[in-house]
């Protein structure tokens, strides 16, 4: 009982004090601009950005880069991990988005890592963040001592309004058996609390899983998302198809993709097929992106027509 009230205790303080507000900072809804386009959905670790000792390259860098790729890829909304100095992604994304985007970061972790969504303030509207489930302790551990970002928003485009909610996740690192288990288990609640709140809502899962769908990391072991790989009538696994030999997501590891996609069923219909792509084709503007100087791993893309 005194473990558990300690937590509660720790919860409590880790909330009150770290819980992102809602972006206020858009414009008047009047100044709004009406898009009429398909949307893209970006998820990218951008290695220890901005830190001096986990980065080992340039910072300057580092910046200059990852601000070339976030605007090659030309998303709406980005989800993002490993964002240390949070100053300079500020200024990054300032510089280099300009007025039509805004940015939000989650601070519920124990580590200098914090993960972050940039979107497009037309067609991402009434945002509103939170520790997805952040009062559970479980939770917090099996994900790595953080907790997974929720971004809530009203998206406008097309002529039509959708309630859509957006879990970012960086799973537990390494391939051994204990934070295999770390990972399995943080997919166990993961799927729970989503069949429970938010069957038949619009969501999407996405980030770093740290882990393949094809198998696991950890040799002669499944997938540890396999809960969700078995359950096609709610969770389409969108990046499954890339989880194949000769396809990887991070620049030191071939034959691996552990970046993924998954959205809800209700979304499946706005998904334009084959639209999940591991986007190594950024060397376009960052040629010598290989030899690690912005990131270990790729973006992820994929690309939605919502309609009403």
């Known amino acids: 009982m005194k473990t558990i009230c300690n937590w509660l205790i720790f919860v409590l303080c880790f909330l009150s004090c770290g819980k992102e507000k809602p972006d206020n900072t858009a414009q008047p809804t009047g100044l709004l601009k009406d898009y009429n386009k398909d949307i893209v959905i970006a998820n ?36 993002l991990c490993e964002i240390v100095d949070t100053a300079r992604f500020g200024r990054m994304v300032r510089n280099n988005l ?21 979107y497009n303030r037309h067609i991402f509207r009434g945002v509103s963040v939170r520790p997805f489930m952040g009062i559970s302790a479980p939770a917090y551990f099996n994900f790595g001592n953080r907790y997974p970002y929720l971004l ?47 069957s038949g ?9 740290n882990d393949n769908f094809d198998k696991s990391i950890l040799p002669g072991k499944p ?58 084709d950024v060397i376009n503007v960052v040629p010598a992106y290989s030899s690690g100087n912005t990131s270990d791993h790729y973006p992820v893309t994929s690309v939605y027509k919502i309609r009403p």
Do not use: C
């Open 152 to 198: 809530q928003s009203e998206v406008t485009v097309n002529g039509t309004k959708k309630d859509i909610s957006f879990i970012l996740i960086h799973a537990k690192a390494d391939d051994e058996q204990a934070s295999y288990n770390r990972r399995l288990n943080g997919a166990i609640e993961l799927k729970d609390s989503l069949d429970a709140y938010y």
């Open 44 to 79: 990218w670790n951008i290695e220890w950005f901005g830190d001096p000792s986990g980065f080992q390259g340039n910072l300057n860098d580092q910046e200059s880069n990852a601000a070339k790729v976030l605007k090659y890829l030309d998303a709406d909304l980005y989800a």
């Open 223 to 280: 997938s540890p998302y396999q809960n969700f790989l078995n359950d096609p009538a709610k969770y389409h696994s969108i990046t499954r198809p890339l989880n194949i030999p000769g396809n990887q997501s991070t620049v030191g590891y071939a034959n691996s993709v552990i970046d993924q996609q998954i959205i809800g069923s209700s979304m499946s219909n706005w998904y334009i097929p084959a639209s999940a792509r591991i986007r190594t």
């Open 201 to 209: 809502k619009h969501f999407m899962i996405l980030g770093d899983f």
């Open 98 to 118: 300009g007025n039509d985007f805004r940015y939000t970061i989650s601070f519920f972790t124990s580590g200098a890592q914090k993960m972050a969504f940039v």
